[in-house]
């Protein structure tokens, strides 16, 4: 009997490992540091705990409080390293998924970028929350995601929910720093492929805001690894809340079947054995 014990627990062993595995993650409930992998912050960056409060859907009570206004001087700039860096080879991807909400200061340029890059330094993509002509068009594209390659930054216009404005959804107030309303968050599942990515956003009150199509990688080239992130900003005069940040290094789908098959093999093995 013990024997069949052993067969069950290895092939338990065998099958978590082809599941998602995260690879960094910071929750911010009892401090700045991450949970898994490292976090860093650029020097003369303020960072504290945050607590908010409201009817929001993504942002927890314990966040960061991002302010470079106050007690700093410098930009935004977070950098996100992963305990390994993860393979985009053989179908497999990485998900990076976070919570925030901007704070606006009337007339500052607010536009905030979510990078990843594999482990030469080259830009793999780039998500942009565009603010300020970020894309080209004025005060009408004001608050608008969107993404950048390197010819330039683009709304998705076209690429996420035709014909629905975003709005203000993760931009406090325009007015000073007191007027940040931090129940205006949003969550954001970015998926990650050797040549391409796509976004996955839901809104503060939890509603499903849009999927966009796949875009391809800021050069167009492929890649064989995600190294890590940044979540920089164009100025100092913009700070936020950011909440669960995450890396997850995800199997290609044939492992995954495998995985599935083999827990049906296991709920067998215990029927047949008694275990």
């Not at 929750?27 to 607590?51: K, M, P, R």
């Not at 925030?100 to 998500?127: C, E, L, M, P, W």
Request: charged share 15%.
């Amino acid at each position: 009997m013990e024997h069949k014990k052993i067969v069950i627990l290895t092939l338990l062993l065998a099958g978590s490992s082809a599941w998602a595995d995260v690879v960094f993650k910071a929750d911010f409930e009892s401090g700045t540091s991450a949970n898994i992998g490292t976090i860093t912050y650029n020097a003369g960056y303020n960072v504290q705990l945050g607590v908010t409060g409201g009817p929001d859907a993504t942002l927890g009570n314990g966040v960061l409080y991002a302010d470079p206004t106050d007690g700093g001087a410098a930009a935004t700039d977070i950098t996100l390293t992963p305990t390994g860096a993860v393979s985009l080879t053989g179908g497999q991807s990485a998900k990076v998924s976070l919570d925030f909400a901007i704070r606006r200061t009337n007339g500052a340029t607010k536009s905030h970028y979510v990078t990843g890059y594999d482990s030469s330094d080259n830009i793999i993509f780039q998500f942009v929350l565009g603010e300020l002509d970020e894309f080209g068009n004025g005060a009408s594209d004001r608050q608008r995601p969107g993404y950048a390659d390197s010819a330039g930054a683009y709304s998705f216009a076209g690429q996420i929910d035709s014909g629905v404005v975003p709005g203000s959804y993760w931009f406090g107030n325009d007015g000073t720093s007191a007027d940040f309303d931090p129940s205006k968050d949003a969550h954001f599942d970015i998926s990650v492929t050797s040549t391409g990515w796509s976004v996955y956003n839901l809104k503060a009150d939890g509603s499903t805001f849009g999927q966009t199509t796949t875009l391809a990688t800021y050069d167009g080239g492929t890649y064989s690894e995600l190294a890590y992130v940044s979540v920089t900003g164009e100025s100092s005069s913009a700070g936020g809340y950011f909440d669960n940040l995450t890396i997850e290094a995800i199997p290609e789908p044939a492992t995954l079947g495998l995985v599935i098959a083999m827990g049906g093999g296991i709920l067998w093995i215990r029927r047949m054995f008694m275990v």
